[in-house]
């Protein structure tokens, strides 16, 4: 039995001793541990809320995203029934809270974000992060990138690789990762964007990708080559080196994912976001999101518990790296 097994403080609450409609709502039922929590050094891996959305640009929302991700989140149960990893055995897991976003100051959100991941960096924890709009990720990048220039993994249905929204704008959920390629903190030639789709503004993002070295797989090929085929070259994309995964809910198509805020029709279903979850198995993952789950439009909870299902995947890749189970091989790729 692991550490983490052994210490009844790091797992989640079963549904077997408290129902799941009771109690306090923390990730996963998960222990609650601020930075003043006296066991705060013992966290390996950190669930936090980024409930901010100053970034969106048509319909808003995902700052509720994460209230609503942790109430369905009770359902989750503590072993992964597909691959039988059980990640609260691995890794000490807790909810360190949500950043607190400045609603009314967009740059001063980014310089409240960064500082919350960088202490998270500081003290060792690998974070998974429930947004928020897309913009939540640059200041994530800029407190785990620097210094250390990341690989990265994207699925989405949009590059956001923009340059300048109207004119003025260049913080917004469009540009995030434009950004990121400029200041350093992405190693471009270790980044892979999956399921790009619909229309667009123009081929500037595309341009730009093929300028600087990054892979854009679009839906039709990922259609055409499954889930398996495509998971094994961003593997080989990101190799081994320190990878951060971005997941936004808009990757998944809308009949499965309705509450976001910019939905393009013909994406993945929910067992392919699954299956492309799992095929990050093995891989140096130093951190995730799941963003842009946006309440408003889908107020029965039915996409954001698709989103914690999927964070619950990234955790089980995260855990399973750090505790090396023996009944889990780290390499495994659906097909």
């Given at each position: 039995m692991s550490g983490a097994a052994a210490d009844r403080f790091f797992q989640p609450v079963s549904g077997f001793d408290l129902p799941r409609f009771a109690g306090i709502p923390?990730?996963?039922?998960?222990?609650?541990?601020?930075?003043?929590?006296?066991?705060?050094?013992e966290v390996q891996i950190g669930l936090i809320g980024a409930p901010w959305d100053g970034g969106t640009t048509n319909r808003p929302g995902p700052r509720h995203g994460p209230r609503q991700l942790r109430d369905l989140s009770t359902m989750i149960r503590a072993v992964n029934g597909a691959t039988w990893v059980a990640p609260f055995d691995l890794a000490r897991c807790a909810d360190?809270?949500?950043?607190?976003?400045?609603?009314?100051?967009?740059?001063?959100?980014?310089?409240?974000?960064?500082?919350?991941?960088?202490?998270?960096?500081?003290?060792?924890?690998?974070?998974?992060?429930?947004?928020?709009?897309?913009?939540?990720?640059?200041?994530?990048?800029r407190a785990l990138g620097r210094g250390r220039a990341l690989g990265m993994i994207q699925f989405d249905s949009h590059s956001d690789l923009n340059d300048v929204y109207f004119g003025t704008s260049r913080y917004n959920h469009g540009t995030p990762f434009r950004r990121a390629v400029e200041e350093g903190l992405l190693d471009p030639k270790r980044y892979v964007i999956i399921g790009i789709r619909g229309t667009a503004y123009g081929r500037e993002d595309w341009e730009f990708a093929a300028s600087v070295g990054i892979r854009i797989i679009p839906i039709a090929e990922f259609h055409a080559r499954g889930a398996g085929d495509v998971m094994q070259e961003a593997r080989e994309i990101?190799?081994?080196?320190?990878?951060?995964?971005?997941?936004?809910?808009?990757?998944?198509?809308?009949?499965?994912?309705?509450?976001?805020?910019?939905?393009?029709?013909?994406?993945p279903s929910s067992w392919q976001a699954l299956q492309v979850a799992?095929?990050?198995?093995?891989?140096?993952?130093?951190?995730?999101?799941?963003?842009e789950v946006s309440p408003p439009f889908d107020a029965s909870g039915g996409t954001a518990w698709l989103g914690v299902s999927l964070m619950f995947e990234m955790l089980c890749v995260m855990a399973e790296r750090l505790g090396a189970s023996p009944q889990t091989p780290g390499v495994v790729v659906p097909r």
């Open positions: 923390t990730f996963m039922r998960l222990p609650h541990v601020g930075f003043d929590h006296p066991r705060i050094g360190l809270g949500d950043v607190a976003p400045n609603p009314g100051d967009l740059m001063d959100s980014l310089a409240r974000m960064e500082a919350f991941y960088a202490r998270v960096r500081a003290a060792g924890i690998l974070p998974l992060t429930g947004g928020g709009d897309h913009l939540c990720t640059l200041p994530i990048l990101v190799g081994l080196g320190e990878t951060y995964v971005t997941y936004d809910i808009d990757f998944v198509d809308p009949t499965f994912a309705p509450g976001t805020g910019t939905p393009e029709v013909g994406g799992r095929g990050l198995r093995g891989l140096n993952v130093v951190g995730a999101d799941l963003v």
